[in-house]
C-alpha cells in the first residue's frame, strides 16, 4: 500500500509538472522573442533619431562614429540620402529578427539580430524550468514517502490491533495517529476490544459461579442418594417410607438445582434481572436445615434455628436459599461448634443471621471476605462474593455484622402484608 501511495502521488505530481512546464516554455518563448523584436524596433527608432540629430548638426555619420552608439551586438544598416550606405556589426547566420525605421530626411535605419541569442536565452529559461520541475519532483517524492507511511504504518498497526482481537487478546490500545478517520477506528477497536474483554469476563464468571454454585446443591444431593442406596434393600416397611421420604426431598433438590442453574443463566444476562416474589421465609429456612442436618450429624454438629416465625420476605425463593446453603456451607467448612439461624424483623426488613462458634473472620480480611478470590481459609473465594450478588439481584444485602464470633446477615425487604 505504501508504495501505491508513494506512485500515485509522483504521477499528480508529474502530470502537474509537466503540464505547467510545457504552459511556461510556450509562455516564455514567446515572450522572449517578442521582447527581442521590440528591442531590436527599439533600436532602430533610437538610431534614426541619432543620425538625423547628426545630419541637421551637419556632422559627419560614419560607421566609426555610429558604433559606439548601438546597443548590444547587432548589425546596423544606414542608407543615407543620395544613395550612401554604411554597415557595421557582425552579419548574423541564417534566419534573424530584422526592424527598419526610416528619419524624417530620407534616411534608413535597419537592425538585425541572430536568432541564436534568443535560443541561447530560451535554453536558459528551459534549464531553469526544467531544475525547478526536478526540485517540485524531489520535494513531492519526500512528502509521499513521509505522507506514506504517516497512513501505512497506523493502518498496519490497526490491522495488528485487529488479528490480536480475533486471537483472543481484548486489550485496548489507545494508541492515536492525528488522521481523524484512523483514529475514528481506532477509537471502534478500543470499543469493541472493551466489550469483548467485558464478555469474555462475564463468561470466566458464569464458569466460577456455576461450577461452585451447583457444588452445594450437588453435594446435598449426593448425600440424599447415598441414604437412598444406603436403605434401598431393606424389608422394613418404615424403612421403605424413609427411602420415599429421600427421594422426594431429592426430587426437590434435583428442581433447586435446576432453578440455581437458570438463575446463573438470567443473572449472566441481566444482573438485576431477579423475579422477586413475596414468599414464606419459615419454610425456605427449613428446608435449608433438613437438608444440611445429615451433613452435620456426620460431622458431630448441630444446626439449629431460631428466632421470629411466619416472617414473610420479598425475593426469589431459589437465590434465597442458594444464599443460605452458601453461609451454612461455609460454617460447615470453615466454623465450629453449633451453627444457629435466626430470624428477626428490623424495621420494613426481615433478617436471617448465620453464626458458629468457630474461629470466625480473619480481622485482616474484613468486609473484603465478600471480595472475589479472597479467601482466609484456602477456598475459591467465590461463594460469598457469588452469595452476595444473588441477595443484591432481589433487592437485599449480604453483610458481615460481626467478626468473632462470625454473624452474617441476610437482609431482604418484608413483604407489605407483613410488615402491617
Not at 508513494?6 to 505530481?13: D, E, H, N, P, R
Not at 421403605?240 to 444476562?269: C, H, M
Not at 460447615?332 to 458458629?356: I, Y
Request: with cysteine.
Amino acid at each position: 500500500m505504501r508504495r501505491r501511495l508513494i506512485q500515485s502521488t509522483l504521477a499528480v505530481v508529474l502530470v502537474v509538472v509537466t503540464v505547467f512546464g510545457v504552459s511556461l516554455v510556450i509562455v516564455e518563448s514567446r515572450t522572449i522573442e517578442e521582447a527581442a523584436r521590440e528591442s531590436v524596433r527599439s533600436e532602430a527608432a533610437r538610431l534614426v533619431s541619432v543620425v538625423e540629430s547628426r545630419l541637421v548638426a551637419d556632422e559627419p555619420v560614419t560607421a566609426a562614429t555610429m558604433r559606439t552608439a548601438v546597443e548590444g551586438d547587432h548589425r546596423v544598416r544606414i542608407e543615407l540620402p543620395g544613395s550612401r550606405t554604411i554597415a557595421f556589426g557582425d552579419q548574423p547566420d541564417g534566419d534573424a529578427i530584422e526592424a527598419r525605421a526610416t528619419g524624417s530626411h530620407g534616411e534608413t535605419v535597419v537592425v538585425r539580430q541572430s536568432r541564436g541569442d534568443i535560443r541561447s536565452e530560451l535554453g536558459r529559461t528551459f534549464v531553469i524550468i526544467l531544475a525547478v520541475a526536478l526540485l517540485a519532483v524531489v520535494a513531492a517524492a519526500i512528502l509521499a514517502v513521509r505522507q506514506a507511511h504517516r497512513v501505512a504504518a497506523p493502518l498496519t498497526d490497526l490491522a495488528e490491533t485487529a488479528e490480536r482481537l480475533g486471537s483472543g487478546d481484548p486489550r485496548p490500545r489507545h494508541r492515536r495517529y492525528g488522521v481523524p478517520e484512523l483514529d475514528r477506528v481506532a477509537d471502534v477497536l478500543d470499543a469493541s476490544a472493551e466489550r469483548i474483554a467485558r464478555m469474555l469476563t462475564a463468561e470466566r464468571r458464569l464458569a466460577a459461579d456455576a461450577s461452585h454454585q451447583l457444588r452445594t446443591p450437588l453435594t446435598a444431593l449426593s448425600m440424599r442418594l447415598e441414604e437412598i442406596i444406603a436403605t434401598a434393600d431393606t424389608e422394613d416397611p418404615s424403612d421403605r417410607e424413609t427411602v420415599k421420604e429421600e427421594a422426594t426431598i431429592a426430587l426437590a433438590q434435583v428442581e433447586r438445582l435446576t432453578d440455581v442453574v437458570q438463575r446463573l443463566l438470567t443473572n449472566s444476562r441481566d444482573p438485576r434481572s431477579g423475579s422477586a416474589v413475596g414468599f414464606d421465609l419459615d419454610e425456605v429456612v427449613k428446608q435449608q436445615t433438613e437438608e444440611w442436618k445429615p451433613a452435620y450429624r456426620g460431622e458431630g454438629r448441630a444446626l439449629v434455628c431460631s428466632g421470629k416465625t411466619g416472617l414473610r420476605a420479598v425475593g426469589t425463593p431459589g437465590a434465597v436459599a442458594q444464599v443460605l446453603a452458601t453461609l451454612i456451607e461455609n460454617a460447615l467448612m470453615h466454623g465450629g461448634g453449633t451453627v444457629a439461624l435466626r430470624t428477626r424483623v428490623t424495621g420494613n426488613q426481615v433478617v436471617v443471621e448465620v453464626t458458629d462458634e468457630g474461629p470466625g473472620v480473619d480481622p485482616e480480611l474484613g468486609s473484603r471476605v465478600f471480595e472475589r478470590t479472597v479467601s482466609g481459609r484456602n477456598s475459591t473465594g467465590l461463594g460469598l462474593a457469588v452469595a452476595r450478588d444473588l441477595a443484591e439481584a432481589d433487592g437485599g444485602r449480604l453483610e458481615l455484622l460481626q467478626q468473632f464470633p462470625p454473624v452474617f446477615a441476610l437482609f431482604l425487604s418484608r413483604e407489605a402484608e407483613d410488615a402491617g
